[in-house]
């Protein structure tokens, strides 16, 4: 997957390659950078690391069914 927004930045930034696994549903660790359906079919991580990023603190929790995957690592170019 391709990272096509700027909600993770600095730690992941557009253009970025990463390898997802996909997992449904299942436990997703405290820290573990998800990837999920937004309800405007985007894919976001539930909390972004930039101060205006769209995410949980927008539009709440987000419930399992949405889960797409875990970011397993960046790949390289």
């Known amino acids: ?5 700027e909600s993770m930045a600095p730690t992941y930034l557009p253009g970025d390659r990463v390898l997802v696994h996909r997992r449904r549903p299942g436990r997703v660790g405290r820290g ?4 999920v359906r937004h309800p ?7 909390f972004g690391d930039g101060v205006r990023s769209a ?3 927008h539009w709440g929790y987000v419930s399992a069914d949405r889960l797409l ?7 390289s170019t």
């Open 1 to 5: 997957m391709t990272i096509s927004g």
């Open 32 to 35: 573990q950078v998800v990837v």
């Open 40 to 46: 405007d079919l985007e894919r976001l991580a539930v």
């Open 55 to 57: 995410d949980s603190r």
């Open 69 to 75: 995957g875990v970011v397993a690592r960046r790949m």
